[in-house]
């Protein structure tokens, strides 16, 4: 069984890698999909527009696993528009990524607080696959490496 750790925020998997269980927009609505599972998992459930369609995007909730579902593939570095499903606003914006000019990470939180300590940020160029990791992440994800 994964090891739970404080307050739920994350799990490790058998070969030490770290789940995200809960995530959360800037308005604290739940973006987690028990119904999609991805590499086993529940996924993080985001809206995706290029500014002329959108669609649903399940990624990954396990560290470092690139697995995502989706409809329809955009070319890659495509600047999206990254909306929480419920409220339909985008993400915050944390820092640029420098990928491609005018790619940025958005943040997921861990936590309903809208702490920049307790999220993930992914960036919003298509196929990028570089994250940005709040202090927690980096403090759960050392622990990880500790005990594999
Ligand atoms: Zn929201
Ligand atoms: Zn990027």
């Known amino acids: 069984m994964p090891e739970a750790f404080d307050d739920n925020q994350s799990v490790l998997t058998e ?13 604290a609505h739940d973006l987690i999909n028990k119904d999609v599972k991805i590499s ?3 996924s993080i459930n985001l809206l995706v527009s290029d500014g ?6 399940y990624i990954s909730a396990v560290q470092g696993d690139q697995a995502k579902k989706f409809d329809k593939a955009y070319p890659d570095n495509t600047l999206l528009s990254i ?13 640029p990524c420098d990928c491609t000019k005018g790619s940025k990470f958005v943040a ?14 992914i960036c919003n ?11 927690a992440w980096r403090i759960i994800s050392r ?4 005990i594999s």
């Not at 622990?143 to 500790?146: E, R």
């Open 15 to 27: 070969d030490g890698k770290v789940v995200v269980t809960q995530a959360f927009c800037h308005n």
């Open 143 to 146: 622990l990880a490496d500790k």
């Open 83 to 95: 909306l929480c499903p419920v409220c339909k606003e985008e993400l915050d914006n944390i820092a």
């Open 52 to 57: 002329k369609t959108e669609q649903m995007v």
């Open 40 to 42: 086993g998992y529940p």
């Open 108 to 121: 997921i939180y861990l936590n309903k607080k809208r702490s920049f300590s307790g999220c993930v940020g």
């Open 125 to 135: 160029s298509w196929n990028c696959y570089r994250s940005f990791m709040g202090s």
